[in-house]
């Protein structure tokens, strides 16, 4: 029993020494700390000024439209589009935030914020989610097994499922990714927007744009930023508006991006997956040295030496 | 009344009793409903909505009762790893509560995805998307399946093909066998490695939803947290399936073994509330637990099933009663069900005005995978010598025993 222990000791001692001698040559970020992902130079996105959105909803039976949705009549009875969340028909969704107090309004353009670093993406484990060129993030039916994983990590909450199909998709805004570049040269719902409340552009041009707008308008725009800047460590789709961001369904995020974190902490732990490798390394040895003691052990089996055929085990 | 349980022998009883036809029925009814989900769709079976897209599937069968089934793997670290002999008999028990479990879960995880087709990318790497924490749990517990549980369990299979009368079978069997002891170090150690990667994993989920998991349980330690309640949960379904065995099937009580896998599963879970409030107390979330808000209730109850059982089983006297071992384990096991629970559900809250409550139907084929578990089980200590027994109970023809403690 002691040379065991003193086994055991050793097996371990040895096995977290090659453990630290390795993983101190493997350059790893601290816990929770990642590289920050950085946009794509060329990242396009929209920006929506809520101040300047009149609410006509023209550009949801146009992205209906440019993406073969069926409208929605919600609860209306059949009568006329009327979804009051986004949904399964719905990639695109002019919402009204009106205060308690009845005076503060805002309208919101509801749909995917195109994150630099998405946490959809960074959890999708067939990368059927996945960042096109522009930095859009698409969907991809072939790969995707219809986990709904990316509902759980958006911060948005904003991936939908056509919960009624037997093939089922993954529904939302990719940007008008089939369109743009190839007969359009913006998404259909800036297209149509009558007061360029949403613009389509450059990420970085989009962002100098919005700036410009609270420069000219100080103290008018909520806290004097544009939303997506730098939360959830950025997103490609912009929001400004005169009211509280969080009135809005825009949560508070940390500048730093969830899916960041989470590679810290499995980078942590995994060291470019060295940590499994040499554990496992240690624990062969430790249990090789069991099963031999364990085949000779008169302990267990005593009778099978009499059988003749093979020892005990 | 204690007995030294050193065999394993296989349950003399008829496999079609009572509980074994409830408990199939059950999973029978499970099947029907998960056929007529795969001609319809997940809404017509499920509560599940775009708030709260995973439900009892995932979140109960898999990220919560596979902990349960995580039975093989911590009493194979104790009986492996700390070279404590004594397991060496409840060990098919153990890797055969691990095996019913994780095949439920990954039976409940197939149903729940909704285009399990494109599973077949999985054989191209190029697909993968190896950040993906779910990518991580679906691949490492598919091998630990394959490559580790079915072998694990192998040995009470190839015993009874020696013992088949047929000496082709019987050559098979020992060859098949000797092949395995040459590899099982090694088959050993990966049923270590692999269910602590994903044991972990399960509980890095939840980390990517942020801000949607309520403070209490969101903590970048949760991979950690949910590992040692793996570890208690493993020992405590061991504990209470063995228990039931021998209160059902007269096996007798091994005070030594069942009475140590108490303790070492009550040192684990203390061990699990020091690293559980040495981390609420460095987020200094700690006050939140006191709000008796909705959560902090889910927590406080939580807290407590953990904390009790485990302060009542540091005593040995409560650790040496069969009764009193039995309903603490049980109170133990609920407590760390909730834990693994309600991050994923009840502590989640969406953007958006979205309720989830799992419909009837999703509630019976939660049932019914489970039922089939233990259905599973019941075929299986009837069929093969799993449980263990005292020598004396062993019958005459299971005494040669090439295959024996394995």
């Known amino acids: 029993m002691d040379v065991n222990r003193r086994d055991i000791l050793k097996g371990l001692l040895s096995g977290s020494a090659l453990a630290a001698v390795a993983t101190a040559g493997v350059p790893v970020a601290k816990a929770g700390k990642a590289e920050a992902v950085v946009p794509v130079p060329d990242a396009v996105g929209l920006m929506y000024d809520a101040t300047k959105c009149i609410g006509c909803r023209a550009c949801m039976p146009a992205c209906q439209n440019a993406n073969g949705l069926q409208p929605d009549p919600g609860g209306s009875g059949g009568l006329y589009m009327q979804p009051d969340t986004l949904n399964a028909h719905t990639k695109n969704l002019i919402k009204l935030y009106v205060a308690a107090d009845g005076h503060e309004r805002s309208f919101m353009k509801q749909q995917c914020m195109h994150c630099v670093d998405p946490a959809c993406v960074s959890g999708c484990p067939m990368a059927a989610l996945h960042k096109e060129p522009h930095g859009v993030v698409g969907w991809n039916p072939t790969l995707c097994i219809g986990c709904r994983y990316c509902q759980i990590a958006c911060p948005f909450n904003i991936p939908k499922f056509e919960w009624d199909k037997v093939n089922p998709k993954i529904v939302k805004c990719e940007m008008c990714r089939h369109l743009v570049g190839a007969t359009e040269t913006q998404p259909a719902c800036t297209k149509v927007c009558p007061t360029h409340a949403v613009i389509y552009g450059k990420r970085s041009d989009l962002l100098a744009e919005a700036h410009k707008r609270i420069k000219e308008h100080p103290g008018f725009y909520f806290e004097d930023r544009v939303y997506g800047e730098f939360e959830g460590g950025g997103t490609q789709c912009l929001v400004l508006s005169h009211v509280d961001y969080s009135n809005l369904g825009l949560p508070k995020l940390d500048k730093e991006s969830v899916p960041s974190h989470v590679r810290g902490v499995s980078d942590f732990i995994y060291r470019g997956f060295l940590t499994p490798v040499v554990v496992y390394g240690g624990i062969v040895a430790i249990v090789r040295n069991r099963w031999k003691d364990h085949l000779n052990d008169s302990d267990h089996g005593g009778n099978g030496k009499a059988h003749g055929e093979e020892k005990p085990v | ?406």
Not at chain 2, 88 to 93: A, D, L, V, Y
Request: proline content about 5%.
């Open chain 2, 1 to 406: 009344m204690t007995e030294r349980w050193e065999r394993c022998i296989r349950l003399k009883e008829p496999l079609f009793t009572k509980p074994f036809l409830i408990f199939s029925a059950l999973a029978g009814i499970a099947f029907l409903l998960s056929f007529y989900r795969e001609l319809t769709g997940l809404g017509y079976v499920t509560g599940l909505n775009d708030g709260y897209s995973w439900g009892l599937f995932k979140n109960w069968n898999v990220t919560t009762l596979t902990a349960l089934g995580s039975g093989g793997y911590a009493v194979a670290v104790l009986a492996w790893i700390f070279n404590e002999k004594k397991f060496h008999p409840i060990m098919r028990t153990a890797v055969l509560t691990s095996l019913v479990g994780y095949g439920t879960g990954m039976l409940a995880l197939g149903i729940d995805v909704g285009r399990p087709w494109n599973f077949v990318w999985l054989a191209d790497p190029q697909t993968w998307n190896r950040h993906s924490v779910l990518w991580e749990v679906a691949i490492c517990m598919t091998s630990y399946f394959i490559l580790a549980l079915d072998v694990e369990n192998m040995p009470p299979f190839l015993e009874k093909l020696y013992r088949s009368g047929d000496p082709a079978k019987k050559e098979r069997a020992m060859k098949i066998f000797q092949f395995m002891q040459k590899t099982f170090p090694f088959g050993i150690a990966l049923a270590f490695v692999l269910p602590s990667m994903h044991q972990s994993s399960l509980g890095a989920l939840m980390y990517l939803a942020g801000t949607r998991v309520h403070p209490l349980w969101y903590t970048a330690r949760m991979p950690l947290l949910y590992l040692i309640m793996a570890y208690v949960l493993g020992f405590a379904c061991v504990l209470l399936v063995l228990a039931l065995s021998a209160y059902f099937w007269d096996l007798g009580w091994d005070l030594e073994i069942l009475g140590r896998l108490g303790q070492v599963m009550t040192w684990t879970s203390l061990l699990w509330l020091v690293a559980q409030f040495a981390d609420l107390a460095y987020r200094g979330v700690l006050a939140q637990a006191f709000t008796f808000d909705k959560y902090s209730i889910y927590f406080l109850l939580e807290t407590a099933l953990i904390l009790i059982p485990s302060f009542m089983l540091l005593s040995k006297s409560q650790r040496e009663s069969p009764g009193a071992l039995f309903r603490w384990t049980f109170l133990l096991t609920i407590g760390g069900l909730l834990y693994r629970f309600i991050p994923t559900t009840l502590a989640f809250s969406p953007l958006g005005d979205y309720r989830y409550f799992p419909s009837v139907a999703e509630i019976m084929m939660s049932i019914g995978f489970t039922a089939l578990a233990v259905a599973v089980f019941l075929y299986a200590v009837k069929t093969f010598a799993i449980l263990p027994a005292s020598a004396g109970k062993v019958a005459a023809e299971e005494a040669m025993q090439p295959f024996d403690t394995l």
